[in-house]
């Protein structure tokens, strides 16, 4: 019997029913080793369109495509082994129509071995996800900022900051959880708002800039290790590992042109 089969993976319906329980733990992940890593801890694995500026340098997750996500969805999951993989539905793969976004998540899933797909927006996505809910996908919502809206939001801006837009906030989550998303993250929102939308939707919140009260929490594994330039102002630093790979490649390259390396232990007789 494998390990595949022996392990039991976390489904759609357990994260959806640890809303008010133990807090989601909930990491992104875009490579194997990783995966490894994040799986013995976290609940939840998202492979993030983020990859497109963490992995691939992009300025934006715009540029990201189906085949980024399917290559990266698939060695994620073959680097875990009991968490919930989600995948990210990139930018343009979803919102002509319901549709659409059936045949790209079906593709996703079916490709990757993902167990849910994640896909931004409020109320406007709504009929979307009740359209994929109804056909056996398994939905993570996403409100609040949108990094693939950037671009019309005019940057990555913080939500809620004006009381006269939390009503639409409010609404977008409700109208999300109705339509069926099995949790919802929860994204550059005022902490305030956060709680409220909360308390006002039946499945999970999985907070990322938003409150300790979200069920959850997610962040980008290379922010929280210390791996990014710059981060904001939401993520805790719970690694330096990019100073300590400066230090070692910095070491290496000494090593290199002093001739200490590689020395009797590195070679072979």
């Known amino acids: ?5 022996r392990t039991k993976r976390i ?3 357990e994260i959806a029913s640890r ?5 989601i733990v909930a990491l992104t992940a875009y490579t194997a080793p990783m995966a490894a890593m994040v799986d013995a801890h976290a609940d939840v694995i998202l492979v993030g369109d983020s990859l497109g500026m963490v992995i691939h340098g992009l300025s934006s ?17 073959r680097g875990s082994r009991r968490a919930l993989v989600v995948i990210d539905m990139p930018f343009g793969s979803y919102e002509e129509s319901p549709e659409q976004a059936f045949r790209n998540a079906a593709r996703l899933m079916a490709e990757t071995g993902a167990g849910a797909v994640k896909l931004e927006g409020g109320s406007r996505m709504a009929p979307t996800i009740r359209f994929l809910a109804e056909r056996g996908i398994p939905v993570m919502g996403h409100v609040g900022l949108l990094p693939q809206a950037t671009h019309t939001l005019g940057g ?5 900051r004006d009381t006269e837009s939390w009503p639409r906030h409010m609404q977008d989550a409700v109208d999300v959880a109705e339509a069926g998303a099995f949790a919802i993250v929860v994204e550059g929102v005022v902490e305030p708002l956060a709680i409220r939308m909360t308390e006002a939707v039946a499945v999970p919140t999985i907070g990322i800039g938003a409150s300790a009260r979200c069920d959850g929490q997610i962040l980008v594994l290379d922010d929280m290790l210390g791996l990014s330039a710059r981060v904001p102002r939401f993520v805790r630093t719970f690694a330096d590992l990019g100073a300590q790979a400066d230090r070692a490649i910095a070491d290496y390259a000494a090593a290199v042109r002093e001739r200490s390396f590689p020395d009797e232990a590195n070679v072979y007789r």
């Open 1 to 5: 019997m494998s390990v595949e089969t």
């Open 11 to 13: 489904t759609a319906p």
């Open 19 to 23: 809303k008010g329980a133990t807090p």
């Open 61 to 77: 997750t715009v540029g990201v495509t189906m085949e980024m996500m399917i290559l990266h969805g698939q060695a994620v999951v």
């Open 156 to 160: 990555f801006k913080t939500q809620g």
